[in-house]
């Protein structure tokens, strides 16, 4: 079925503490390749999720900014693309309500990222860490988003979004809302730990050594690099090889994605070589592409003031998108608007 909707991409990043490799990899760095391409682009640095479990206040304002940073850095243009952060746009918390009361909370106890984050005391969790999928869907809707690139880990947020849309649109009758594909794309969609290949690279790890941050400098990733956990074969020919060999196929599919290659082809000049070989190759590539980045980071972060102008202005951007938007759907549903 084709749909009456405009090609617009929507992602948001949490400002929940440092970005890593795996952020980069799986979003910041598609983000930007996603400009100029036919579709409107809005990126938003989401404070509001972030709040689902606690922040100390001063670290959020910090934290809101490095990621707004790290978004320009990658090369998001806000010239471009609409770059701003969630709180400042009052149509994401007061879509997320509508959706609340069209999402079920059965719904919500299935997401496996609630499960991951509440823990074993999840009455003791906030109840908007159990909401956080309808104010997802907020994010995405409000501005009738058509495509959403994220890393393998938010999938089962993005078909919640759907069912959400489908079902507003079934039980009012409309075909309002858009059913939004997910963009999970390229070789490095799941970054893993590097002292673990079975758990993805985050920034909660209690391990820094586990991940590669954005804001690291070129010492500390060739150590970490040196460090990652890996075995004692040589490298084969082809990805098909690596089926079983976690650490090295995720060292391979970083590599690749840095470099823009296929792991084959990575593989095809790796193949026979350790990995006291390849380790410091990839330290290479990883330095070269991120050195420069972190320079930019830190030269945003050096003007928060001007930070905060970019934000304010995207925000007046995306108001003026979704405003008609949420106006439209508290019409479907049957509220009053007299002024
Ligand atoms: P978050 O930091 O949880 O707000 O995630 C921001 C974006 O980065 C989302 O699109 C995630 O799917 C993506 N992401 C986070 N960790 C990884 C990882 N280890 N590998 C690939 N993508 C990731
Ligand atoms: N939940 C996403 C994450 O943790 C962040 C996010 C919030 C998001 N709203 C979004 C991603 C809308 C894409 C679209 O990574």
């Known amino acids: 079925m084709t749909t009456s909707f405009a090609p617009r991409i929507f992602s948001g990043i949490q400002p929940s503490g440092g970005l890593t490799l795996g952020n980069y990899l799986g979003a910041l760095k598609r983000f930007a390749d996603y400009q100029g391409q036919g579709a409107e682009t809005i990126y938003c640095v989401v404070d509001l999720h972030a709040i689902t479990v606690w922040q100390d206040p001063e670290k959020l304002r910090h934290n809101t900014r490095e990621v707004a940073a790290a978004f320009m850095a990658a090369g998001v243009d806000p010239s471009v693309s609409v770059l701003f952060n969630q709180s400042q746009v009052s149509q994401h918390a007061e879509l997320a309500?509508?959706?609340?009361?069209v999402a079920r909370i059965g719904w919500m106890y299935r997401m496996t990222q609630f499960k991951d984050k509440a823990g074993k005391n999840s009455e003791n969790s906030s109840l908007g860490l159990l909401a956080y999928p309808s104010l997802m869907a907020a994010d995405i809707l409000a501005y009738h988003a058509t495509a959403v690139p994220v890393g393998e880990d938010q999938k089962q947020h993005l078909e919640l979004t759907r069912d959400i849309a489908a079902k507003f649109n079934h039980d009012y009758g409309v075909n309002f809302f858009p059913i939004t594909e997910p963009l999970i794309e390229g070789t490095a969609t799941r970054v893993m730990s590097l002292r673990d290949g079975s758990r993805k690279m985050s920034k909660s790890d209690p391990s820094d050594a586990s991940r590669i941050n954005l804001t690291d400098d070129a010492d500390a990733i060739a150590q970490k690099i040196r460090k990652a956990r890996t075995d004692a074969d040589p490298l084969p020919g082809s990805m098909e090889g690596l089926k079983d060999r976690p650490e090295a196929r995720n060292l391979v599919n970083i590599y690749a994605a840095l470099t823009g290659e296929t792991g084959d082809q990575v593989l095809a000049r790796f193949e026979g070589q350790g990995f006291g070989a390849f380790k410091p190759a990839l330290a290479d590539v990883a330095v070269t592409a991120l050195a420069p980045i972190t320079r930019r980071m830190t030269e945003f972060m050096a003007?928060?003031?001007?930070?905060?102008?970019?934000?304010?202005?995207g925000s007046e951007k995306a108001a003026a998108i979704s405003a008609p938007i949420i106006e439209r759907t508290k019409e479907i549903m049957g509220m009053i608007r007299s002024r």
């Open 303 to 313: 003007d928060p003031a001007e930070i905060d102008r970019i934000l304010g202005r």
């Open 97 to 101: 309500w509508l959706f609340n009361c």
